[in-house]
């Protein structure tokens, strides 16, 4: 059974900085693309970033450039997110998803609050 | 960016009726090396993350009840639900993954009438 775990996310101050992590199992992770989905409160979804099976090429909305960082370890089957400068805009529930093209299978989400 | 545009917003639909929910995309998502779409369509239920139903605009995803399906090519699409069950009950959303950035359509909350 595929799975994904979030972890990592929490209240944190405009400015500051978060680590997401994301924890697979049940497929070869070192095959997969894999995304981060984020959702605002009541809001829809947005794509945040993806990143390549051996992690060569990663990519970014335009609101998170320069900003977060996207990377993995498959040796863990392990991905990070990792956030700084964060916004309130930011504040949302953060999906890590299987896949770059097609989203077949979401963790249950990590909720990132950025509040003062 | 392809901006994805869904309607309605919401629509009520009696049990075991059709419902249709239509996405548009301001450039065409058809790869010509395939012929194929690059369009997906996501169910998201309360408290709950999406779930993948549509992929290639009109390939079901293993295990999605046949009462689901997808059309359209080019720039315009459509899901259809033909006999609304009540656990379809959900927020459906579009998604393009012709170009980075994917991006999704606002969504469409379908409600039992």
Not at chain 2, 44 to 64: D, F, H
Request: charged fraction near 15%; aromatic fraction near 12%.
């Amino acid at each position: 059974e595929v799975q994904l775990v979030e972890s990592g996310g929490g209240l944190v101050q405009p400015g500051g900085s978060l680590r997401l992590s994301c924890a697979a199992s049940g497929f070869i992770f070192s095959n997969y693309w894999m995304s981060w989905v984020r959702q605002a409160p009541g809001k829809g979804l947005e794509w945040v970033a993806n990143i390549k099976p051996d992690g060569s090429e990663k990519y970014y909305v335009d609101s998170v450039k320069g900003r977060f960082t996207f990377s993995r370890d498959n040796a863990k089957n392990s991905l990070y997110l990792q956030m700084n400068s964060l916004r309130a805009e930011d504040t949302a529930v953060y999906y890590c998803v299987r896949g770059g093209q097609w989203f077949g299978a979401w963790g249950q989400g990590t909720l990132v609050t950025v509040s003062s | 960016d392809i901006v994805m545009t869904q309607s309605p917003d919401s629509l009520a639909v009696s049990l075991g009726e059709r419902a249709t929910i239509n996405c548009k995309s301001s450039q065409s998502v058809l790869y010509s090396s395939n012929n194929k779409n690059c369009l997906g369509w996501y169910q998201q239920k309360p408290g709950q993350p999406p779930k993948m139903l549509i992929y290639w605009a009109s390939t079901r995803e293993s295990g999605v009840p046949d009462r689901f399906s997808g059309s359209g090519s080019g720039t315009d699409f459509t899901l259809t639900i033909s006999s609304l069950q009540a656990e379809d009950v959900a927020v459906y959303y579009c998604h393009q993954c012709y170009s980075t950035p994917r991006t999704f359509g606002q969504g469409t909350k379908v409600e039992i009438k």
